[in-house]
């Protein structure tokens, strides 16, 4: 079974501070997602990447950066932690669309944000 | 107007009821429609997965494609307490995965 691991299931920081979450897939997947949900939102995609060290803009990148130093690995950090950023923050990997059915993405456990 | 619309209800059935979960779209590039089903406190699982208009179904579950209407559903007969979770369509197009809002389904025994 696909794995993507979240190491922070809750975390509570103070606006202005740094955050950092990471996320962990153990399937050799080349694609990486980092989506945040919110009630009546649903999922907004914030950053994306589809290599090593190559990353891409979603629809709500602002306040946001990522970092993907390894394959199996894949970070948000939040520059100045902000109230409206509290939210819960879901990892996802795929493999390429030659590998498994298009599209189809496998999500982490979920990192639960609040800013205060 | 979002690509993707669902309503977020909350959903309240009783146990054994035909539930039936719908998504409207405006992109009609959209080439795949998936069903991610959300327990509280997890993350989404992908529950059901169609690329073509008309029917497929998988045990209780069941999901429609118009792709002349831009309207896909989910039906789930006799429903359970375990399928108490909030429900999200998600379409593919160019590389992105697009969610609707996701609805909140939740069946009495």
């Known amino acids: 079974d696909v794995k993507v691991t979240q190491s922070s299931r809750y975390l509570v920081k103070r606006t202005g501070e740094k955050v950092f979450l990471e996320c962990v897939q153990d399937?050799?997947?080349?694609?990486m997602f980092w989506y945040r949900q919110d009630p009546g939102l649903g999922l907004r995609l914030i950053y994306f990447?589809?290599?090593?060290?190559?990353?891409e803009k979603g629809d709500i990148p602002e306040g946001y950066s990522v970092s993907r130093e390894k394959k199996e690995r894949f970070s948000l950090i939040l520059e100045s932690a902000s109230t409206n950023q509290t939210s819960m923050y879901l990892c996802?990997?795929?493999?390429?669309?030659?590998?498994?059915?298009?599209?189809?993405?496998?999500f982490g456990e979920g990192s639960r944000l609040t800013v205060l | 107007q979002k690509e993707v619309e669902q309503d977020p209800g909350p959903l309240s059935v009783p146990e054994g009821a035909i539930v039936s979960l719908n998504c409207t779209y405006s992109n009609s590039a959209f080439q795949y429609f998936m069903w991610y089903r959300q327990y509280s406190r997890k993350g989404p699982e992908l529950l059901m997965y169609t690329y073509s208009s008309g029917n497929k179904e998988d045990g209780r579950f069941t999901a429609q494609v118009d792709k002349s209407s831009k309207y896909i559903s989910l039906f789930i007969r006799d429903s359970q307490p375990s399928d108490s979770a909030t429900y999200l369509c998600a379409m593919y197009k160019g590389g992105k995965l697009i969610f609707g809002q996701g609805t909140e389904l939740s069946v009495k025994p």
């Open positions: 399937m050799d997947h080349e694609n």
């Open positions: 990447s589809y290599d090593v060290k190559m990353k």
């Open positions: 996802a990997s795929r493999p390429h669309d030659k590998r498994g059915r298009t599209g189809e993405l496998f």
